[in-house]
């Protein structure tokens, strides 16, 4: 599976931005998926997943209420709505596919196929 995210730009604070995960191969329906970020000088973090159906997700309490995450299977695509962006958002951000369809993970060591990231900035 090549996961190939896009989307990210400059915004000001206050903004907002989608974000798309487009995933190569006919499983795509059969992960859960997640998005993560890394922002200069941090460790990378967990920000939201979502189970294969869409019917469980779980965000971040950084973004809880801010963002919201969403797939489409039949486009082979995960999305990343962010929405009242403040500059601590500032990172890279990556999507990741995991075998587990039905189960959310948070750490980043669960997850089996990553994609390359994609950079936003949040000016203040």
């Known amino acids: 599976v090549q996961l190939q995210a896009s989307g990210g730009g400059l915004v000001q604070a206050g903004g907002s931005l989608k974000l798309s995960c487009a995933a190569s191969g006919r499983t795509f329906s059969s992960f859960s998926m997640g998005w993560f970020r890394q922002a200069p000088g941090k460790e990378r973090e967990f920000v939201a997943a979502?189970?294969?159906?869409?019917?469980?997700?779980y965000y971040a309490d950084s973004v809880k209420g801010r963002f919201t995450i969403s797939r489409d299977n039949a486009q082979n695509t995960v999305y990343l709505q962010m929405n009242s962006l403040k500059p601590e958002d500032t990172a890279v951000y990556y999507c990741?596919?995991?075998?587990?369809?039905?189960?959310?993970?948070?750490?980043?060591?669960?997850?089996?196929?990553w994609g390359q990231g994609t950079q936003v900035t949040v000016s203040s």
């Open positions: 990741a596919a995991r075998w587990s369809g039905s189960i959310l993970s948070t750490s980043q060591t669960n997850y089996n196929y």
């Open positions: 979502i189970t294969w159906n869409g019917g469980n997700i």
